[in-house]
């Protein structure tokens, strides 16, 4: 009896120990207020998360536009799948804790991101095809005889003396540009004149960018043939630039490793068109077109130079980069947001429920059973405290479902030891010892809370196999909770009485 009760002991600490570690994060990020950002950013990611309805964050459904591709269902399916993986990669480098992303139909995506706030950005990284092309400019001669014969062909006029289209075009160094104002009709005039330019060659803009006080686009005529695409880089890297260039200074820059084939043909192309302009080309969007200064050799890193100071542009551009484009296009067939206000409210009206049914199940405890009532109650704050370090050490999301099933724990745990303290009561009456009647009343108990468990774990695993999102929430919750349950009610409730008679056999119990 006596080394039984010191292994019981030793397990006790053991687990508390293990249990105050798992919930360590989770503690120290709920009362710390001095934490920098990369501390928090670790205590995060080892913390209990929360789910979307209490943190509040986005809801995006996502359909795979497959139309018009001739895909069998085969390559539907397949194709969304990669769609997943790549956006489960670039959702992870945005830094969200605890994502939910997972198919739903043959081509449709559910993606729950908790805590993101900036929609805009998480839209674009999400959604991003991602394809990455290099293309040579057309030379300057070139470009301008394509702006003339397009005059030409508005204006009727072959001399080249109207000018309704380069009208529109306005300096911006080396480069022509259209203002913010005319962008929408000069774009709708590019359109239109697509016949004019020729087959090799279309005109591109680059990015909205601040240029002596005016809000202006860049446009560019670039060659239609990609000299090496995205599928040609093997990893992408954000850095501060590191170059000589007086006006980069303090602005971000990716820096590319390219695979073996696309080294061979980056340097051809960098051999041959020195002193000519290189576009980076993303999603048909010219991110800047530097000048090929020198041939970069085979295993050197190419870079993407921008304006960026604060890093975030870069670092996008460099994650989709890094994880490839997009199978197919997606579009948002559903988008949701909860906010953060209404993700805490949620949290308050759960945690209320919960500490009220506690209060009432201590309270008719304590009252109906006395001081066994106590040895109940502490079974059931460490089943609490045991579940959220469980739900904190597999690194789950907490849902508002989930805080129902641990409501329901709670009632579950309260209906185990009711059950072992009225076969206890029925041991004494018949005027057994209270240890015998102990050992009794738990092994008679034992097989009835064994049988109720089990029967509801069996259910919340159905519901957790073939469901998702809050149902699979809840039951993963209350399987834990049962499952620590029939261990604590047992074991643990049973450890404390076999340490309160453990000198005094006949000590007279309060139940």
Known sequence: MKRSLWIKLVLFILALVIGVVLLYPTLRLLVATDLDEEERMVLEKKALHLGL?????????LEADTSGRGFTTQEMASATDNAISIIRDRVDELGVAEPNIQRVGRNRMQVQLPGVADRER??????????????LLASPEATMKIFSDIDAHLSGDSLGGARPFSGYLVPAGSDAAVEKPNYRAFKKLVEETRSVVPADAEILFGPEEEAEGRSIRKVYVVKKKAEITGADIKDAKAMLYQGNDPNL??????SMDLQRSGQARFANVTGNNVGERLAIVFDDLVKSAPV???????????TITSTDRV???????????????????????????????????????????ILIGLAAVVLFIIIYYTGSGLVAVAALIFNLFWLLAVLAGFRATLTLPGLAGIALTIGMAVDANVLIYERIRDELRVGKFPRSAVETGYDKAWRIIIDANITTIIAAVVLAVFNSGPVRGFAITLIVGLSINMITAVYFSRGLFDLYLFRRPDRKLYI
């Open 53 to 61: 309805d209490l943190v509040g964050g986005m809801h995006l459904v």
């Open 122 to 135: 998480a839209l674009e990284v999400i959604g991003k095809t991602g394809l990455l092309e290099f293309r």
């Open 249 to 254: 200074d303090r602005t971000w820059m990716v």
């Open 292 to 302: 090929i200064k020198e041939r970069i050799p085979p295993g050197s890193a190419a």
């Open 311 to 353: 890093g975030n542009e870069m670092r996008d551009l460099a994650i989709l980069i890094r994880h490839g484009a997009l199978p197919v296009p997606l579009r948002i067939v559903q988008e949701r947001t909860v906010s953060p206000t209404l993700g805490r409210d949620s949290i308050r009206a759960g945690v209320i429920a």
